[in-house]
């Protein structure tokens, strides 16, 4: 003998009800834990300069890199070094913030003379180009590396890695980079910039140490972003 068992159609409502239920929930569950998980993109080597410019030509509120070398060129305008400082410039026009901090590549293997650091000036026409384009640039003090290669974007996209902007990081060299939206990772980001100590008379005698190559008396204060 054969049993039917039927399910009373009130019964089947609430069960098809509570499956549907079931499953909205687990969507939203899904997308509040994607918002909360970092989305990281690898941008080494080659993938580095599109990835990036592309960024900066995005951004519509802040830029905040602190960068190790910037070796520009100004001559060169088509040289990706000079097309993502480019970039820079135009985000400033389009109301951008853009702040940016330099090493003052300090040759610390060399002995001071007359009480001075020599510094090597990787980096003296990319603060030129910067300053001369109404961008807030400063270098770091003299007494410590800055090694970071680091921007954060809209306070939503952190950039760093082993790529500084030179031709031989952008072309040649093997790097490591990474682009990570994340808002945690911002904060933490921006928290190591405001610690940096920069040397406000190293940007503001540019044109004397273009002629003497010396690191003047120095003026520290913090960076905040």
């Known amino acids: 003998m054969t049993f039917k068992f039927k399910i009373p159609k009130q019964i089947y409502s609430i069960l098809i009800f509570l499956l549907f239920l079931f499953l909205c929930n687990s969507v939203k569950a899904q997308n509040i834990a994607s918002l909360h998980e970092p989305n990281v993109v ?3 080597g080659r993938k580095y300069f599109p990835a990036v410019k592309d960024v900066l030509d995005s ?10 070398v910037v070796r520009l060129d ?3 305008t088509n040289s990706q070094v000079y097309k993502l400082c480019a970039s820079l410039v135009d985000a400033k026009k389009r109301g951008v913030r853009v702040k940016i901090i330099l090493d003052q590549n300090i040759d610390f293997s060399r002995r001071k003379k007359e009480d001075a650091w020599q510094i090597e000036d990787k980096n003296q026409n990319a603060l030129k180009y910067f300053k ?3 961008i807030e640039v400063f270098y770091d003090t003299k007494n410590i590396y ?3 290669k680091a ?14 902007w030179t031709g031989s990081a952008l072309n040649k060299n093997n790097e490591a980079s990474t682009l990570i939206r994340s808002s945690e990772l911002v904060k933490s980001f921006l928290k190591n910039f405001s610690d940096i100590a ?5 940007g503001r005698d540019i044109n004397e140490r273009s002629e003497e190559r010396r690191v003047g008396k120095e003026c520290r204060s ?3 972003p």
């Not at 974007?153 to 082993?162: A, M, N």
């Open 222 to 224: 913090r960076w905040s």
């Open 146 to 148: 800055t090694h970071s």
């Open 132 to 134: 001369e384009n109404g």
């Open 42 to 44: 690898d941008i080494s």
């Open 74 to 76: 100004e001559r060169n």
């Open 198 to 202: 920069i040397d406000n008379d190293a």
């Open 59 to 68: 951004a519509k509120e802040s830029i905040f890199m602190v960068m190790f």
């Open 151 to 164: 921007i954060v974007v809209d306070e939503k996209i952190v950039i760093s890695g082993s790529t500084n």
